[in-house]
C-alpha cells in the first residue's frame, strides 16, 4: 500500500490480512508447514509473501492472475462465481487474481504454456549476478560485507558493530541530470563474514542465510519500518527462520542449497515446528530477491 490510498480503503486492507494471517497460524505441524514452504519455494512468479496468502486463501493453487491477464495472454475467462484470491499489489492496496482452475478456454484459446501447466518444475543452475548486486544493496542497510578464508567449519555470519569510527560504505543511489554516479557514504552497523573457499552458489546461500538473520530482526532494527526488531529469540527460532529464507531465496533462484536438508530432517524428526514468524520469513525472503535483481534506492527515514 503506497501513501497516495485512503485510510478507510487502508484499513478494510489491514483487516483482511489480519484475518488471512489469524488463518496461517495452521502452519504449526511440520507437514503443514513444509506444504507451505514447498508452495512458495517453487510459486517464483509472485513474491514469498503474496504466495504465502495465496496458498493460505488456495493451497491447490497452479498458477494465478488477474482476469484481464487470462483473458489477455492466454485467451480464458473466468468461469462464473469463482471466487478471487487477494495479493498485495505493488504502489496500490490489494490485487484480485484466479487461479487457473477458476479458468475456461475461450474458442480461439492457444496452448499453456508449460510454465503455467507445470510452474513447480524442478530446475537447478548457477547464480548469475545476484550474488554481486545483493552485496551491492546491502551497503544501503550499513551492512558490511567481507570475503575471507574462514576455515572448513565456517559458513558465514553477521554481527552489530559500533559505527563509530569505522570508514563508512560508498553506496551509489542513482544517477544525476549530467548522468554522473550519485553516492552516499552509509555508517556501517554490521557486518557479515563469508568464507571465500566457498563455490559462488554456496555463498550465495550463506550470504542469503545470514541477511535472513538480519531481515527476520534477529539482530535488532534501525528503523521498524524497514524490518522488525524481534530480539530475543530462542537459538532455534532464529535458525529455523534463517533456514527458511534460504531455502525459499535458493529454491526460488533454482541453486541448491544445505537449507533443504536442515528444514528436511527438522520437519522429518519433529511434529511441530518452533514458533516462528512465517510473515516475517516471507517478507525477509522477498526483500532479499529484490536486493539481487538490481540497483535499489535509498531507505526513506
Not at 484470491?85 to 490485487?95: A, F, N, R, S, T
Not at 552458489?201 to 542469503?208: C, F, G, H, K
Request: charged share 25%.
Amino acid at each position: 500500500m503506497d501513501d497516495q490510498t485512503p485510510q478507510p480503503e487502508k484499513e478494510e486492507t489491514l483487516r483482511a490480512l489480519d484475518d488471512l494471517f489469524v488463518s496461517a497460524c495452521r502452519y504449526r505441524t511440520s507437514p503443514e508447514f513444509k506444504q507451505l514452504i514447498d508452495f512458495v519455494a517453487g510459486f517464483r512468479f509472485y513474491s514469498p509473501y503474496n504466495a504465502m496468502l495465496v496458498h493460505i486463501q488456495k493451497p491447490g493453487a497452479n498458477f494465478v492472475c488477474p482476469a484481464y491477464r487470462w483473458k489477455r495472454e492466454f485467451g480464458r475467462n473466468i468461469k462464473p462465481g469463482a471466487t478471487p484470491l487477494i495479493i498485495l499489489q505493488p504502489m496500490g492496496p490489494v490485487m484480485f487474481v484466479f487461479d487457473v482452475s477458476d479458468t475456461v478456454a475461450g474458442p480461439d484459446a492457444p496452448p499453456l504454456p508449460e510454465g503455467v501447466t507445470n510452474p513447480f518444475k524442478v530446475r537447478y543452475g548457477k547464480i548469475g549476478s545476484d550474488l554481486e548486486w545483493t552485496i551491492e544493496n546491502a551497503k544501503r542497510d550499513g551492512i558490511e560485507i567481507i570475503t575471507r578464508k574462514e576455515g572448513s567449519q565456517s559458513a558465514g555470519s553477521i554481527m552489530t558493530v559500533p559505527w563509530k569510527g569505522q570508514k563508512p560504505l560508498v553506496f551509489q543511489t542513482g544517477i544525476d541530470k549530467q548522468k554522473n554516479p550519485v553516492y552516499r557514504n552509509i555508517p556501517v552497523q554490521y557486518r557479515l563474514l563469508l568464507n571465500e573457499d566457498l563455490s559462488r552458489e554456496s555463498r550465495y546461500a550463506t550470504l542469503v542465510h545470514e541477511l535472513g538473520h538480519l531481515y527476520c530482526g534477529h539482530l535488532g532494527t534501525p528503523n521498524r519500518k524497514w524490518w522488525p526488531d524481534r530480539r530475543g529469540l530462542n537459538k532455534t527460532v532464529k535458525e529455523f527462520e534463517a533456514e527458511a529464507v534460504s531455502y525459499l531465496v535458493c529454491t526460488r533462484q533454482e541453486i541448491e542449497t544445505p537449507s533443504d536438508s536442515y528444514l528436511s530432517g527438522y520437519l522429518r524428526d519433529k511434529p511441530e515446528i518452533p514458533p516462528i514468524s512465517p510473515e516475517a520469513i516471507m517478507k525477509a525472503a522477498g526483500l532479499i530477491e529484490q536486493m539481487g535483481s538490481g540497483r535499489m534506492k535509498m531507505r526513506k527515514e
